[in-house]
């Protein structure tokens, strides 16, 4: 058999049907924004391949850290031993994190950062002695894909066959420029009925349900509500994290800070699984206690793996540097040029930017679902060019690798323009 033949046969591609789609492209190696594929083409990875890549492919120096930790110690277990990357990582984390962070727990990816979190905030109340069971989160949101995170998360065409088994939530309207009164004055009677135990959001964009964006005072604002009525907050920045909003976090834009952070995607740089639950003090302290009951009961085989910290730590280094900030702030300038060009262009229901995210929605006849027919005009008009854009329904957009050159951007650029020709 052939590698298609094989691939075919014994592999379960993530969101893929598994009949009626065209054969996945095979990458045999990555370098800067680009992906080299069996066939020679040179793709540029305009997604960062799911948003994970900060520095560009197979980064040399986050390669010899890791090629250094593999060498030097490649796992062991987390409870009852410790490891310098994973000292080192909670160390440089909480130098960069809100002031208010001051414990870092691992995982391994968004999910389980997620996971963590909800756990952590319902065990906090159970460890206190309250009965608070109730969480609230916010149309649209998307927190991934194991059972916790789908339940705080949109009711959707992807959640569907589960439903009946996810549990049950607040779900607060989008905030949109027209609902915020109504929108806050929902939030405050859910608050005010003392039984949430927390409020779970993605901080002013969400990424799944097609980079929409909200207010940042209207966020801040429900934050220091819930906070002066002992609900807890949840930030979910396990897309937003590590500078894509063009602040290192997108609580940076906020006043009061979440109680607990999740982060994953660009942690490691985008080269190896880890997710991290960070959290204050005062969530802390309701676990500090010698009493096995009250302890956090949670774990994962590969928590903290130190090839995961090495990676993560190296990505740290390039992350914090100068030239790297410097990046962000060109790629959210050039983005910002592009959607003031394309202010009035037809047939656009919307373009936005946030940082190094560009998002362009498209008008469409029928439905603007994940489903909609858009997506198959759209990913291989991009992938012909040797673009990876990859839809979300009848949206694109651009979120790409730091070290992204303005040529490779215009290229991008020029290659949207010209699906907008076609339009
Ligand atoms: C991707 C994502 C997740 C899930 O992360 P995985 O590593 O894919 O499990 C959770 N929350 C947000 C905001 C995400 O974008």
Known sequence: MNW????????????TPLLGVSEPLCVTSASGVHLQTEDGRKIIDANSSWWVNLHGHAHPY??????????????????????????????????????????????????TAVEVAIKMAFQFW???????????????????DTFGSMSVGERSDFTKP???????????????????????????????????????????????????????????????????????????????????????FASDYLEH????????????????????????????????????????????????????????????????KQECQDNIQRITNQHERFKEKHKLTPKLKDIRSLGTILAIEFETENDSSYFSE????????FLERDILLRPLGNLIYVIPPYIISNDELAKVYDAIEEFFSTL
């Open 62 to 111: 986050i390669a010899e850290k890791v090629a250094e930790q593999v060498n030097t110690l490649e796992h062991v277990i987390f409870a009852g031993f410790t490891h310098k990357p994973a000292i080192n990582l909670a160390e440089n984390l909480l130098s960069i994190l809100p002031e208010n962070q001051s414990k870092i727990f691992y995982s391994d990816n968004g999910s």
């Open 257 to 320: 800070k979440p109680d607990i952070i999740c982060l994953s995607k660009g942690l490691t740089g985008g080269t190896m699984a880890l997710g991290v639950t960070s959290c204050t003090n005062a969530i802390v302290d309701a676990f500090m206690s010698k009493d096995l009951y009250k302890t956090f009961l949670h774990g994962h085989s590969f928590t903290a793996n130190p090839i995961a910290c090495a990676s993560a730590n190296a990505s740290f280094e390039l992350l914090t």
């Open 4 to 15: 298609q033949d094989k691939d075919k046969a014994y592999i379960w591609h993530p969101f």
């Open 162 to 248: 589960f439903t009946n088994h996810l549990f049950d939530v607040e779900f607060i309207d989008f905030p949109t420029s027209a609902n915020e009164s109504s929108v806050f004055e929902r939030f405050k009677t859910l608050v005010d009925s003392n039984e949430i135990a927390s409020f779970i959001f993605e901080p002013i964009i969400q990424g799944a349900s097609g980079m929409r964006i909200y207010n940042a005072e209207l966020l801040d604002r429900m934050i220091q509500y819930a906070q002066d009525h002992n609900v807890i907050c949840i930030a979910d920045e396990v897309m937003t994290g590590f500078g894509r909003t063009g602040k290192l």
């Open 126 to 144: 159970y460890n206190l002695g309250q009965d608070k069971k109730r969480v609230i989160a916010i149309d649209g949101a998307y927190h991934g």
């Open 374 to 381: 858009m997506r198959n005009r759209l990913y291989p008009f």
